[in-house]
């Protein structure tokens, strides 16, 4: 170039060209003027409506992820099913793979979105013009490891690149977090179920069989040998009639439902004053008890040193009270070296609820009983002939039938003896209980009445099938969204997808002055955009990145505008030191130069704003 051209190139703005080397730009044909404008090349995974797309995404399944961990918490975890549907893998594998499995996508995507910006920042810096070499074509924000990068980048006033490497750093989060987020647990859980009643209230038409005290009387005897619970659908003082939950495999399950249920009191009481006479080798005991009732009994020496028995208190009883229907005291006797007596009140009554209960299903164990109201209906327990009289269970009529006479001599031994038996069992043995002034009364109380209440079930309640609503609770798999890798998680979502979305925002109106071809990765695309610059004859194949450095030191470097060729030029004092490219603000774009070759006019013409003809 003659000393007037560059003279007219000072004038017109530009830079001169370099003696150092000797650029052909000027002969690459124009775009639109005989050769097609080529289109833009812009990577899939920089689309602006992708990324805002995906980063959306990820914050509506952060703010998810806090609404999951809250129904989570008020819900008892989410249902699952009890048996593994595969059965190849394990429950574990399951919650932590398909997780992992989700955030991958969202990680893989902004680590290649992240690449991609660090692969065209160069260009972008390019494109605004006046850079010197060690920050545009020497830089290395692909291969170079992400802590060189974050150090270079901030160097370099690349925010978004920094942003962005940071940004990066933090995927490496997602798929530990995600993989711990659910845990599945055997919980109790309550759901809505049903219930078969198989009984309801009425009078048994083979009460006076006596088969039920009968049978009642042996498992209240063995109960005091075995130390027996309560059998099933017999909870203290309470009897419901046999219900069961619907057919299926209960882990700790239990049933609630609310039922008709007979409470029995037997309402013992001891005796004001008791005393004790003897004549003739036999004593002769009187007890009085409060409310004006008195009973008395004779115990012969010749029975032995222990004798006990029950009785019906007929004086006790209201006028023209059946036998079975009267009150009954329990005597005890023990004689070692003094004779010791003991007796105890009793007048048992009944009354019909409707109750809150529960049954245990691994052992039909019958729950605590919870008054809702009295039974409502009528039928012939609480109403006639029954009147909601119990049987006192322990004295009957006599009997012409040798086996109920039997069964009934059986019950008024049984008991008393269960009485006798448990206080002998105490740690003083029965002595202890006879000075204990309510030891025979907690006794009796205890026994009498697990006696009447488990003979209740089969007198007092007929067959009859009745479906009702219940609640069945049962250890069951839920799955839980564990609180503290959510509230890591779900921000870490959230963030990432509000920085992502301003980073890639922000690069993307930086990146509109530039107008690629191809994907910049290749060696022929970076041999196209450098061929006829020039400068590449001050470089050679084996100049290592300090001899390069070196070989460019005063030059700069920008894209032209005219054929997005990669240009050079001798720095004369127009760059800005710190790099003109702050990619957080914007300067005025630089022109590159403009040659005139052989008297044509010059074209000023953008690549991407040239048209073919």
Not at 120 to 141: E, N
Not at 293 to 315: H, I, K, L, M, P
Not at 383 to 404: E, H, K, L, M
Not at 413 to 434: C, E, K, L, N, T
Request: aromatic share 12%; proline share 7%.
């Amino acid at each position: 170039m003659t000393t007037v051209e560059r003279s007219n190139a000072k004038e017109r703005g530009f830079s001169p060209l370099s003696p150092k080397f000797q650029p052909s730009v000027h002969q690459i044909p124009t775009p639109g003027d005989g050769v097609d404008r080529p289109p833009r090349y812009e990577p899939f995974v920089l689309h602006f409506w992708f990324v805002a797309g995906v980063a959306l995404l990820m914050i509506v399944f952060g703010i998810a992820l806090q609404v999951a961990l809250h129904i989570s918490n008020t819900q008892n975890g989410f249902a699952v099913p009890v048996k593994n549907v595969f059965n190849i893998v394990s429950i574990q594998f399951l919650t932590s793979f398909f997780p992992s499995l989700f955030v991958v996508p969202l990680a893989f995507f902004w680590d290649v979105a992240d690449q991609m910006l660090r692969c065209y920042q160069p260009y972008v810096t390019l494109v605004r013009g006046r850079s010197p070499a060690a920050r545009s074509i020497l830089i290395d924000y692909v291969t170079s490891s992400r802590f060189a990068v974050v150090y270079h980048s901030w160097m370099h006033k690349h925010y978004l690149i920094h942003v962005s490497t940071l940004m990066a750093f933090t995927l490496v989060l997602l798929r530990p977090l995600a993989s711990s987020i659910f845990q599945v647990r055997q919980v109790p859980y309550t759901s809505d179920a049903t219930a078969l009643v198989m009984r309801t209230i009425g009078l048994s038409p083979t009460i006076d069989n006596l088969d039920a005290f009968f049978a009642s009387a042996g498992f209240s005897l063995a109960s005091v040998y075995d130390d027996l619970v309560d059998p099933p659908f017999v909870h203290g003082v309470w009897t419901t009639a046999p219900f069961q939950a619907p057919p299926g495999s209960y882990l700790n399950g239990t049933l609630a439902i609310n039922t008709t249920a007979i409470q029995t009191q037997v309402n013992c009481v001891s005796p004001s004053s008791l005393n004790v006479h003897s004549a003739n080798g036999s004593y002769t005991a009187s007890a009085t008890f409060p409310g004006g009732c008195s009973a008395s009994n004779v115990f012969n020496s010749t029975n032995g040193d222990e004798q006990y028995n029950v009785v019906n208190a007929s004086s006790c009883a209201s006028s023209g009270s059946a036998i079975v229907f009267q009150p009954v005291v329990f005597w005890f006797y023990l004689n070692t070296s003094s004779p010791q007596v003991a007796s105890v009140y009793c007048n048992p009554t009944m009354k019909v609820f409707t109750v809150g209960t529960s049954m245990d299903l691994s052992n039909s164990a019958l729950g605590p009983c919870t008054i809702i109201e009295p039974a409502q209906g009528t039928n012939n327990v609480t109403g006639s002939p029954q009147n909601g009289r119990p049987y006192n269970g322990v004295v009957f009529n006599q009997s012409t039938n040798a086996y109920v006479s039997s069964r009934a001599s059986a019950v008024n031994f049984g008991i008393p003896d269960a009485i006798f038996r448990y206080a002998a069992q105490q740690p003083g043995g029965p002595s202890s209980v006879f000075q204990n002034q309510y030891g025979f009364l907690n006794a009796t109380t205890a026994i009498y009445t697990k006696h009447l209440a488990i003979a209740a079930q089969d007198n007092y309640f007929l067959a009859g099938n009745l479906t009702i609503p219940a609640g069945l609770t049962s250890n069951v798999p839920r799955l839980f969204v564990e609180a503290l890798p959510t509230h890591f998680l779900s921000p870490l979502l959230i963030v990432i997808g509000l920085i992502g979305f301003v980073v890639h925002y922000l690069h993307n109106r930086a990146r509109r002055e530039l107008w690629l071809t191809s994907p910049p990765g290749s060696i022929a695309a970076i041999v196209s955009l450098t061929s006829r610059s020039g400068f590449g004859e001050l470089l050679l194949p084996y100049d290592d990145e300090r001899r390069m450095a070196d070989n460019l030191a005063g030059l700069t470097f920008c894209l032209d505008r005219r054929t997005g060729a990669i240009v050079a030029e001798e720095d004369l004092g127009m760059s800005d030191s710190a790099d003109g490219v702050a990619l957080l603000g914007r300067k005025r774009p630089y022109d590159g130069p403009t040659y005139i070759v052989d008297g044509d006019s010059p074209s000023d013409t953008p690549l991407k704003d040239s048209h073919a003809p």
